[in-house]
């Protein structure tokens, strides 16, 4: 069920840990001797940051192909296939797969739909692009998998 995602971040786990590393580190350098316009930069992306992590959800969506942050989806965008995760651009750092925020111009034309849905969205440059959903599915958050012992019988 598609839920409001105005106050709510998706991130996967690791991205948490990486942001909150993040955080740390520039609390951690609040204080230290930095030029003026270096402590107005980290105080900006601490109060980004901060935003960003008290409005976390970790949990996949449900596998119903509503669009919503979470959610891999596979769409013909200007006619050319294109595989993406729908979330906030902080999710990865280096992930192998392209991030879309729900509040950019693509993320506000398709949020809510399901495949077989068509839109449209104005890209920066003025142009109409269409997009034809094909699937949207869950991300797969990594499950650690559970460490197996084999031992031997007593004999």
């Not at 402590?39 to 996949?60: D, P, Y």
């Not at 739909?113 to 449209?120: E, I, N, T, V």
């Amino acid at each position: 069920m598609l839920q409001s995602t105005a106050a709510v971040t998706w991130l996967t786990p690791e991205a948490h840990a990486r942001l909150h590393a993040e955080l740390n580190g520039l609390m951690e350098a609040r204080g230290s001797q930095q030029e003026p316009s270096d402590q107005v930069a980290g105080e900006a992306r601490i109060r980004q940051l901060m935003g960003v992590l008290k409005s976390v959800r970790f949990h996949s969506p449900e596998d119903d192909g509503i669009i919503e942050p979470g959610m891999v989806i596979e769409a013909c965008i200007d006619s050319l296939p294109e595989t993406f995760l729908m979330g906030s651009r902080e999710i990865f750092g280096d992930g192998d797969i392209q991030v879309f925020s729900e509040h950019s111009p693509l993320g506000l034309a398709i949020l809510g739909l399901k495949p077989g849905d068509l839109a449209s969205y104005v890209a920066p440059s003025g142009r109409i692009i269409s997009v034809s959903i094909i699937s949207a599915k869950p991300y797969n958050l990594p499950v650690p998998t559970p460490e197996v012992v084999i031992t031997k019988p007593r004999t």
